[in-house]
């Protein structure tokens, strides 16, 4: 019995010693013990550090720049009595964008237009300027065509620091301190003032000036330059003439000029305006010189008026736009030229590249603007404009800074004669 039991005791220790030795051979070959997990190795630990923590990890928006289409907001006057310079704007803005688009984009990214018409309504333009920026995600709008819509708009997109870039001429809009996040791609209208007021003045010689205006933005502001720069000039104050923007007759005010003995007109009226007033011209048998803004250059005027080159009607235009042996036209004017004719369907430009420049100007500013910016947000975008110095747009040379948000200056205008289009190009006024 002794030895059965012995025999026993010794199997039970070789088969306890077999399962302890099993049992540390699997803990050696399949990983560490609850101890050493605890505590990992040096090499272990450097490898842990080199893995961002969770928080540090970039989410799915910023692991890559976005690829979504760059929202452009544009809001112009496509109908009502300034429509035809709306439709013009559209034209320009999307030249521009179809150039950029083919070439690749901004930052990557395809530019997607959102088009929204004012109708010249302020009220109009605010809710337009609300349920892009509100409904559209927007940060940039193209626009306003009139001065009214893009005061209206301004404070609340100042509010919201989304960029506002429009043709506007309003001295009101160009104020940085006041709204930091609008731009202007037009002569203001006390620098068209300067212009015009120096061609009667230097080289009309004319003593007895007459103004003819409409009340709103644009007229307030064009009629307050202008008399401005005519006492500067020491000349006696203008006689003054205003209508309603839209009025179907201006045959009234031209008789109370005609009366006053004026010389010269200068005028604060807009496209449909313009018309009504050359031929109340013709209606009331009178013919003096008459001086405006770039939009009696346009084809709605000349067209609509029946200017010729004999007509003493007289625009504001651009240097790189006006013809004379002294001035020859640029490589890239002509380029432009040709690019818009056939975006028009015609062999030669039959157009003023005035306004559809404008706002294809826009667009390249823009672009400009939001490549230096790396980003398409309203302040970023804001801070870059102000940075952007002697931009060689298709109209003009485009300087912004901190204190001027009008990109073009006295330099970038003269006076040209209006029924001389021809080509896309104008004569120089006489006297140049």
């Not at 302040?379 to 800074?401: G, I, R, Y």
Request: hydrophobic share 40%; glycine share 8%; net charge neutral.
């Amino acid at each position: 019995m002794c030895g059965k039991s012995s025999s026993r005791r010794i199997f039970f220790v070789l088969v306890s010693v077999v399962l302890v030795a099993a049992f540390l051979a699997a803990c050696g070959a399949g990983g560490q013990s609850p101890a050493s997990s605890a505590q990992p190795s040096a090499s272990a630990k450097a490898s842990e550090s080199n893995k961002p923590a969770e928080s540090a990890k970039p989410s799915a928006s910023t692991a890559a720049p976005s690829k979504d289409p760059i929202k452009l907001g544009v809001i112009v006057t496509s109908t009502g009595p300034q429509g035809a310079i709306g439709e013009k704007d559209i034209l320009g803005t999307q030249m521009a964008v179809d150039e950029i688009n083919a070439a690749g984009g901004i930052l990557g990214r395809q530019v997607q237009l959102i088009i929204r018409d004012d109708g010249g309504d302020p009220t109009k333009a605010l809710t337009a300027a609300q349920e892009l920026v509100e409904k559209q995600g927007v940060t940039i709008i193209a626009g306003t065509t009139l001065s009214s819509p893009g005061l209206a708009m301004a404070p609340y997109l100042t509010e919201q620091k989304v960029v506002q870039f429009g043709s506007t001429s309003s001295d009101s809009l160009n104020d940085p301190q006041k709204f930091p996040y609008a731009f202007s791609q037009s002569t203001p209208a006390s620098l068209q003032a300067v212009a015009m007021v120096k061609y009667v003045a230097d080289i009309m010689k004319a003593k007895k000036v007459g103004i003819i205006s409409e009340t709103a933005a644009y007229g307030q502001a064009a009629m307050t330059a202008y008399k401005q720069e005519l006492e500067k000039k020491g000349l006696p104050a203008p006689v003054v003439e205003t209508y309603p923007q839209g009025a179907a007759d201006m045959s009234a005010q031209l008789n109370n000029l005609k009366k006053a003995g004026v010389e010269v007109i200068l005028s604060a009226a807009l496209t449909t305006d313009a018309v009504r007033i050359i031929k109340n011209f013709k209606s009331i048998g009178w013919s003096v010189p008459y001086l405006g803004s770039v939009d009696l250059g346009t084809p709605a005027v000349i067209d609509g008026a029946g200017l010729t080159a004999d007509t003493p009607v007289y625009a504001i235009g651009y240097p790189k736009w006006a013809k004379s042996d002294k001035n020859p036209v640029s490589q890239k004017t002509k380029d432009f030229a040709a690019r818009l004719a056939k975006k028009m369907n015609d062999t030669t430009l039959k157009e003023s590249p005035n306004i559809t420049g404008q706002f294809y100007d826009i667009v390249y500013v823009l672009k400009a603007a939001i490549e230096k910016a790396q980003s398409t947000d309203g302040p970023k975008v804001a801070a870059a404009m102000e940075q952007l110095q002697d931009f060689d747009a298709v109209l003009t040379t485009t300087s912004f800074s901190k204190t001027n948000h009008n990109g073009p200056g006295l330099d970038d205008m003269v006076m040209v004669v209006a029924g001389s289009l021809k080509d896309g190009l104008f004569n120089l006024a006489p006297g140049y």
